[in-house]
């Protein structure tokens, strides 16, 4: 699509935005807080995510051949011509490409999202610049302990394992196991500086013997000291220029109490974006068009967010009241298997402790009743 409609003011047009991605609710709630209209495409359509949706439809996968007809009807139907995206595009990365050309794309270029993903022409960067990360291999280790198996193209912690010396395919590389808290660094670009939105503590969940590092939570404050965030804040000026990042992007790391080291950069808005109440739908388009604003949001108290996995096959049933904090949660009938997502909830309180006790008895609350409806 050409340059003069990826510098169309969205802030006056406050039309049609189409938004794409595995789970769309995210986007589509925060576009239509900025005063967008959303149409959105995706995986799952979610009850809130048709509610925050001025239209929507459902597909298999982002493949091309599922998102064709979806892109067809929506700019033939409301001639939308501005696309944000959010997460899934890791396994479909020419899915971007097709985009790119049907549409204004808001959002890091596809050849910047590709070149994130191209693992060894990352990790060589990384040495290059002398940023530290856990050591990786790209061919099969001598020895398989304390090694773990990472997908290429990886997404939510989704295949992650620890290598135990089986046979593999070559869209997966191996990486030293590094022990410590996770952590993320949310924050905007403009192509050439960064600007610092949040750091935020995470963690992950064993579901299966194929996934046994699964995103599962996240909460918008972290015990780093002031020395070790301005560590990763520097990585992050390094990076940006190199990589060319606009919008909302995420960095992901591990500090194991002395050190940190860089895991992976989310080149797309990510879960951590809805812990923080700071405009940041417009200010993601406004960095995608070279504008970082000045705009000062306080962060009053904390906010977490978990995904809720089933424990085992269930039907969500006829009458199924949701708790007023759960997000993302489906229509009646549908079959959640063991170890998908259900839903998931969130908590603001003043107190960290508060919000991980709050998070447990809200998921502990919903299984409960989860469990009488199994299959």
Request: glycine share 6%; charged share 20%.
């Amino acid at each position: 699509m050409n340059n003069e409609l990826q510098q169309i003011d969205l802030e006056i047009t406050h039309g049609y935005i189409l938004i794409v991605a595995n789970s769309g609710r995210m986007l589509a709630q925060s576009a239509r807080a900025a005063g967008f209209r959303p149409l959105v495409i995706d995986l799952f359509a979610d009850l809130d995510t048709q509610h925050y949706a001025e239209d929507f439809k459902q597909i298999a996968s982002l493949a091309e051949q599922d998102l064709k007809p979806a892109v067809d009807y929506f700019i033939e139907s409301y001639q939308v011509v501005q696309l944000v995206y959010g997460s899934g595009f890791e396994h479909h990365p020419e899915s971007l490409c097709y985009l790119n050309n049907r549409l204004s794309l808001l959002g890091n270029v596809p050849e910047v999202f590709i070149a994130l993903h191209n693992k060894p022409a990352f990790f060589s960067e990384l040495k290059r610049l002398n940023i530290p990360y856990p050591s990786v291999q790209f061919n099969k280790p001598d020895e398989f302990e304390a090694w773990l198996l990472k997908p290429s193209r990886g997404l939510g912690g989704v295949g992650i394992k620890h290598y135990l010396g089986e046979e593999v395919d070559s869209e997966c590389y191996w990486q030293r196991y590094q022990k410590g808290q996770q952590y993320s660094l949310l924050f905007l670009a403009d192509g050439l500086q960064v600007q610092i939105i949040g750091f935020n503590s995470q963690w992950t969940a064993n579901l299966a013997e194929c996934s046994e590092f699964l995103f599962s939570g996240i909460i918008n404050a972290c015990d780093l000291k002031l020395e070790q965030q301005d560590e990763i804040i520097e990585w992050l000026k390094k990076l940006v220029p190199l990589f060319k990042l606009k919008g909302l992007n995420s960095v992901d790391f591990i500090n194991d109490g002395d050190s940190s080291y860089l895991l992976e950069i989310n080149p797309r808005p990510s879960a951590s974006m809805q812990l923080y109440e700071a405009d940041l739908f417009k200010r993601h388009i406004k960095a995608c068009q070279g504008k970082l604003t000045d705009d000062h949001y306080p962060i009053k108290g904390v906010t977490g967010y978990q995904i809720v996995y089933a424990q085992s096959d269930i039907i969500i049933p006829e009458g199924f009241v949701w708790p007023k904090n759960c997000l993302d949660f489906p229509e009646n009938g549908v079959i959640c298997r063991t170890g998908q997502p259900i839903c998931s909830i969130m908590s603001h309180k003043k107190q960290v402790l508060s919000i991980m006790r709050d998070l447990q008895s809200q998921q502990l609350n919903l299984q409960k009743r989860f469990l009488a409806h199994g299959i």
